[in-house]
């Protein structure tokens, strides 16, 4: 008995570095390869393909810009011809014919007419309509919004909230100015630094602020007005 039993411990002794190494073999597949894991080295073609596409895009980038540029130098173009042919034609549109004889001549009532009534009406309608256009331009650039108009910032209706106190209050005339023109100007004066104020913040300005502050501070206005307009009877 005792040499079967040190045949039996003989026999499994040399089985335990078997499946040692069957385990260690396994694990060894299973671990993953350093050669595989490290990345191969880009090629040269793919690498050039790269190239030419950034270069492609940057191309297509330029062109894109040039003919923004092209499309907005032809509209102030057309503008620009526009305004001055309404400037030169628009004068001698009006309710009644005038004698291009007698304006040459310079004799009235056609002389004063059209220098006094059309000349001066179709100017002021042009230049008001170009400052109206600047602003809502300005606006729009400013705030990065294309539906941005004056009356987003609340300027409009400090406007008109001046021009109601300075009607409500017997201003006609303030410093030389009709008063109805120096209360919407400082309204809308007073109203665009209350805005700027508010959206402003360690120096830096924020657009989200500004439209906030901007539609407050018109519904505001709107409000002060409509009290004004109850209490005085305007």
């Not at 989200?208 to 009290?227: P, Y």
Request: charged letters at 15%; one cysteine or more.
């Amino acid at each position: 008995s005792t040499s079967a039993r040190a045949s039996r411990q003989a026999e499994s002794t040399p089985t335990q570095p078997a499946h040692r190494s069957l385990a260690e073999t396994t694990t060894a597949s299973e671990m993953p390869d350093s050669t595989n894991v490290t990345s191969a080295p880009s090629s040269p073609t793919s690498h050039g393909a790269r190239e030419a596409a950034r270069a492609a895009q940057g191309e297509r980038a330029t062109e894109d810009r040039g003919a923004g540029s092209r499309f907005a130098k032809r509209w102030i173009a057309a503008a620009a011809a526009s305004f001055v042919a309404a400037a030169l034609l628009l004068p001698f549109v009006g309710p009644a014919p005038i004698d291009l004889g007698r304006l040459w001549a310079r004799e009235e009532p056609e002389w004063s007419i059209f220098l006094q009534l059309r000349v001066t009406r179709t100017l002021l309608g042009l230049f008001g309509g170009a400052a109206l256009g600047l602003a809502g331009a300005l606006f729009q650039a400013m705030l990065r919004d294309a539906l941005a108009t004056p009356y987003t910032l609340g300027v409009s209706a400090g406007a008109s909230l001046g021009a109601v106190v300075a009607i409500a209050m017997g201003w006609h005339v303030v410093a030389g100015v009709p008063g109805v023109w120096a209360g919407a100007l400082g309204g809308a004066t007073l109203v665009l630094l209350l805005v700027v104020s508010a959206a402003s913040r360690d120096r830096q300005m924020s657009t989200f602020g500004l439209l906030l502050a901007g539609v407050a501070t018109n519904s505001v206005c709107s409000a002060v007005i409509l009290l004004i307009h109850g209490l005085s009877g305007i």
